[in-house]
């Protein structure tokens, strides 16, 4: 299901709202969504717009450079990571980079997350952790270059996430709507996945089981799209939301 750019920009709006009202970004974590039409280029917000207050007007289109397109407002210092991945994974359509505090404890430990619940699947069996102290040393430890967010990429690899250390996590989708569900439940994995921690050994999701979560996933199935609106309506932006496109095509 292809959607136009028109969609794609209602679309991130919501996102950027959806995200700041279920905590996953607070004044600083962004979200971004590839150009419908061409794919060598991507829309996020500039830097002082806070998500919870994201409107059209705030939305910058970038090139896989990094660099805003015709656009003068003061980008995100982070777009690397975004522009990075969409380099990296053509099929990837959506991204997020947040702080969700829950994350954390598994990018300075040596406990891998693995997805334990089944809202948790989206994760993957496999969660790699990039520092970026080992190429770049002592930073600010903020992806602030092409080489960077170059090296992030690849750390990622094939997985749908990537923790940062001491900093957060990065995640792509083929979807906005894919990508929000998966930061929207990232954090409550880690918290169930730290709760079991304490009682003893936990048992994660089987591959097969990953596997089952994701087969024939469409975003804008009748199911899938339930969710978009109820965490919409929460965020009290229900009145952005257009009708449900066609959920027949994958
Ligand atoms: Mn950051």
Redesign the pocket.
Known sequence: MMIGVDEALNELVIANRILANENVVDA??HVSVRHPNKPERFFMAHMLAPPEMVERADLVEFGLDGNAVNDSRTPSI?RFIHSAIYEARPEVQAVV?A?AEDSLPFGITDVPLRPVIHSGSFIGSHVPVWDIADNFGDTNL?VSNTAQGRDLARCLGNNNVVLMRG??FAAGARSLIDVVRLSVYLPRNARVQLAAMRIGKFKPLSDGEIAARSAGYNPYSAQSWRAWQYWATRAGCSHLLGKRPDGDGK
């Open positions: 600083y974590g982070e980079h702080h903020l900093h957060g």
